[in-house]
């Protein structure tokens, strides 16, 4: 079975720019996450979806993060403009909406802002 | 305020040695404890998760420990080996609709040496 699926696996850009990172879930399932990992914070949650709808999006840090998940199949992370702070492995993961089901998680996308 | 605390932070044992790590959280509203293990340019994967009504879950070499008055839990692994060198993170996590939504302590990088 293919796992979460991220793209691009390595982004360097220089500050200001828009950065779009992809996410396609494992199908059948109904919970989609993305969350942030540097160094300092370790791993946050920024965002997750439940059946294409975001719930709770209070670790997104600000205005310039938005997400979006326009099917089951499909999710967005986009800063506009992106800041050297920004720079972090950004991952996605999912998992099935039955009690204690694992998150399974993407190999991330690790974002440089220049 | 970090509401998952992880200790140690890094950690060298020897192959076949026992590896501990330990974590503790404040929030009672936190009902379910996995762990996950991740390897360098990869995404955390489940490794092991226990329950608050159970003191003790063991799978294969790694066993976990719950100490729910202490609200203190830790992972052990037996007969460490050098394949097991990777980055630990605990996480409590509480319920969220369908679903459990995890907080992750900081990761604890282990290296066993052959």
């Known amino acids: 079975d293919a796992g979460v699926i991220q793209s691009p696996r390595h982004e360097v850009t220089e500050m200001g720019q828009e950065v779009t990172l992809r996410c396609k879930p494992i199908s059948g399932h109904d919970y989609l996450f993305w969350y942030r990992q540097t160094m300092m914070r370790g791993l946050e949650l920024l965002i997750y979806f439940n059946n294409n709808v975001p719930i709770d999006d209070s670790g997104m840090p600000e205005d310039r993060f938005s997400a979006k998940m326009p099917n089951a199949s499909f999710s967005t992370l986009k800063i506009q403009p992106s800041e050297p702070r920004d720079s972090a492995v950004y991952f996605c993961?999912?998992?099935?909406?039955?009690?204690?089901?694992?998150?399974?998680f993407g190999d991330g996308t690790r974002l440089s802002i220049l | 305020q970090q509401q998952v605390k992880q200790s140690p932070q890094s950690l060298i044992v020897q192959k076949g040695g026992i590896s501990i790590i330990n974590c503790a959280y404040e929030?009672?509203?936190?009902?379910?404890f996995p762990w996950y293990q991740q390897f360098p340019g990869k995404g955390p994967a489940l490794l092991i998760a226990?329950?608050?009504?159970?003191s003790e879950k063991k799978e294969g070499r790694f066993t976990i420990s719950f100490n729910k008055s202490a609200k203190q839990f830790s992972l052990h692994i037996m007969d460490s080996q050098p394949g097991d060198s990777a980055t630990y993170f605990c996480?409590?996590?509480?319920?969220?609709?369908?679903?459990?939504?995890?907080?992750f302590g900081r990761g604890t990088s282990l290296i066993v040496h052959p």
């Open positions: 996480a409590a996590s509480k319920r969220a609709g369908g679903s459990y939504i995890p907080t």
């Open positions: 226990i329950r608050p009504d159970v």
């Open positions: 993961a999912s998992s099935k909406g039955q009690g204690s089901q694992p998150q399974h």
């Open positions: 929030n009672t509203a936190f009902d379910y």
